[in-house]
Structure formats: C-alpha cells, structure tokens
C-alpha cells in the first residue's frame, strides 16, 4: 500500500501555494537579441536617426537611374558627373540641421568629394549618418501580374560588414506591392516579400547595421479607393512584421519606410486630412511601438503635397510613439536637380534650395509647418510620367 501510495505521489501535478513562487527557466535560454554584441548601438543609432526634427534624405538611386535624372538636365551619365552630383548634396552647408541620415548607393560609399575626403566622412562631420542600399533590384514573380520580389540576399552577409567597415551605420531594402489590379496583391507576392525583408534585417543587425524596413504598397494606376490602400497596407505590415518577429529581429534597431496612404493615381487626389487619417489608423493597428521612426516615401507626390501631408500626420497624431518623419528622394532632390543643372555657378543656390526643402519637412515632423512652400505647386510624379510628361 505504501509503495503505491508513493508512486502516485510521484505522479501528482506539484501544486504551488498562493506564497509559493515557481519559476520554469530553460537552462541555457538565450536570444539573437542577447547574442549580438551591436544590440546596444543599434539602438542607439536607429534613435539618433529617428531623432525629432529631421528626416532621411533618399540619394541611393542606382548609377542608370542616376544617368537618367542627370540626362533630363542635359549632364552626362559618368562617375565624376555623380560624384560631383552627390557632392553637392552632402555637402550643403546647414543640411545636417534638418537631415539625421543619408541613404548612399554602393558607388557612392566609396567616394571622395574633389577636395579628398570621403563622403562619409563629410556627412558625419554634419551629423549625419551614412546608409547603404543594400537590395539589387526587383525581379518579376511568376503568374503574369507584374508582381516582384525584391533580389540581393546573396552575397549580403559578407556585403553588410564590409559597408559597416566603410562606416555605414544603417541600410535600405526596398520591397515593392503591387495593388489596384490584376487580383494584385497576392498572398504569395505579400509573403515572398515579408521573407526578404525579415532575412535582410536580420543579417544587417547581425552585421551592426541598422536596416530600414521598406514595405511600399505602391502608388500605381487605377481608381482604387484610399480605403483600399489602407486595407492591403494594414495587411502588408502585419505580414512583415509577424516575418520580422519569426526572425527574432530586434524593433528597437530597425526603422519602418512606408507609403503613406493614397488612393490610386486615376482616382482624386486625396486631402492632407484625410491621408493623415488612413495613415495613421494605418499605423496604430500595424506597428509595434517599440519601433523607433516611421520614415515616409514621397512615393510620386508633389514636393509640396509631400511637406503638406507629413504636417497633416503630425497633427493627426502628435504623440506617436514613433517619430512621424520623412525618407525623401525626389521631394528633396528633384528641384535641387533642375537648379545646379550641372552649371557650376548654379551649385551655391542649388544647395539653398535643397536645404530650404529640408527645413520645411524638418517642420512638418514637428507639426510647426506655416509655409510658403520653397517649391508650391506641383503634379504627381508618376501621374506626369505614365501620361508621358517629363515628371519632377
């Protein structure tokens, strides 16, 4: 009876009193998080980029889409043409006032302005910090919709650490999502990109590089509402970020490249207003906190339709837990473009106007935007292209 009595007892569930504290820890347990000796500055980087007031300035087109920005003001497409095009960008006197990064193409890492310093070294001493493309292009998906998954995961561990090495401190991959046609998108387009970009922030975090998640639900053709925008988004970034988790990437040292949420270029132009309510509600439901900045595409507005909307998200929602901020190409870049026009009695007021442009998103992101806008007006970009105009 009492060895019976025993056995059962060794078979009993343990119960813990209510003054009893159990506490279960697999022995061993670790994270990627704890693994990584760069956790604490990837954090810290991806703060100080994020920082109120200042914005990303987007110049990492590739060289043939370079060649062709500087062809549409009659410069030629060779490497001193884009060395000293880029020189003119970075070295902007009072550009770090309003810029905390700058996103580099793999060229252009590696150059020196005419004087002998390196390019890196000229944004930091701006405080700016230097960024990297990393992703090598788009690659068209099988099924005849015109859907892409984003390429340049090959080779990029070994790629990552020599750009941290160059002094890098974050990089950029861009995943495309096609929407408004063609039963576009498909799940298998929304979770062939979720993969790449959640292997690609992982292997920069791996390598001390803080990775800008881009997830761009693309502005396209169509009289898609903005409502449907904002649906295929939410499910976008939910996808990502349920990817990013799966790959135990650290949020705290990631930022987030979205689109903002615009109804398709047939339809009417949406207002600030309403943007800023789609994108932000956008926003609540999708992004974790812990993230530290939302870095907004121009994604083919208008100059200032770009500056207009990112105040209008700022007063939407002043205290989001993200920095509402911006990651402009064109919107900073195209009027800089149109003035130097490669003349160089044009470079001082071509850097005013880049600088202007600047500081006027700089106070968008803090809700302070009045205006006049440094360059008003202004079509949609790709609305100008498609149509066959020559676009901003």
Known sequence: MQATKTR????APVRASRTTAVRCVAKGFTTVEKQNPYAEELRRNAAYIAQRGKGILASDESNATTGKRLASVGVENTEDNRRAWRELLYTAPGLGQYISGAIMFDETLYQKTRDGRQFVDVLLAQGIYPGIKVDTGLQVLPGGRGETATQGLDGLVDRAKAYKAQGARFAKWRAVIKIGSDGCPTTTAIHENAHGLARYAQICQEAGLVPIVEPEVTLGPGDYSIEETA???????SHVFRMLNEYEVMLEGILLKPNMILPGLD???ASPKDVAK?????MRRAIPPSVPGIHFL???M????STTNLQALNEEYPLAPWSLTFSYGRALQSTTLKTWAGKPENWDAAQKILVALAKANSEAQRGAYKGPHPVPGGGRILQALRTGGSGK
């Open 8 to 11: 059962a007892a060794q078979r």
């Open 231 to 237: 649906y295929w988004s939410e499910r976008v970034y």
């Open 302 to 305: 208008s100059e200032e339709e």
């Open 267 to 269: 339809a009417p132009v």
């Open 278 to 282: 789609y994108t932000v509600r956008t």
């Open 298 to 300: 121009s994604g083919g």
